[in-house]
């Protein structure tokens, strides 16, 4: 299988977060996904991963290392107006436990357990289709991100030879 290709921006994220983003995008390969990382959305948030499925489901996923910025993180259901599916990514080591609390709304969000090579779905998110409004737009965003991070690898021609 060819890797995975991740997006610079997270180069500057912890490795651990590195490891889940690429063993997420693997899993979500396999799939038939197609992920990307550091998405904005039209709210003004950055998802750490949109993924798109061949019948246009949009998949956020959340991708969380520490216990604190778990805990600390109040904006992230701003994200599910966004998505068909909600999940939170993060490393087998990671204390479960919040994710079954209320707060983390487990009825709504799925639950991915990830390493560098691999993920597994513990929890899968329940679909909760997008209005066509929204999943055109958000699709276009899609789109549109993905073709600009291919640019700079094809204007590769001499500035005198355009």
Same mark, same amino acid.
């Given at each position: 299988m060819a890797e995975p290709c991740l997006s610079?921006?997270?180069a500057h994220a912890p490795a !651990? =977060?590195?490891?889940?983003?690429?063993? !997420? =995008?693997?899993l979500f390969l396999q799939a038939e996904m197609t992920p990307l990382l550091e998405v904005p959305?039209?709210?003004?948030r950055r998802a750490d991963m949109m993924a798109i499925d061949a019948r246009g489901c949009i998949t956020i996923v959340e991708i969380k290392v520490s216990r604190a910025d778990?805990?600390?993180?109040?904006?992230w259901p701003d994200y599910l107006d966004y998505c068909d599916r909600f999940f939170w990514a993060v490393p087998g080591d990671f204390d479960?436990?919040?994710?079954?609390?209320e707060h983390f709304r487990p009825h709504c969000c799925g639950l991915i357990v990830a390493d560098r090579y691999e993920a597994a779905i513990l929890r899968d998110a329940p679909h909760r289709p997008l209005s066509g409004a929204r999943r055109k737009a958000e699709t276009l965003r899609f789109a549109r991100r993905a073709a600009r991070r291919l640019w700079p690898d094809l204007d590769t021609a001499p500035e005198n030879c355009v």
């Open positions: 610079i921006d997270v !651990v =977060a590195q490891d889940v983003a690429r063993g !997420v =995008a693997r959305l039209g709210n003004g778990l805990l600390g993180d109040g904006k479960l436990s919040p994710f079954e609390t």
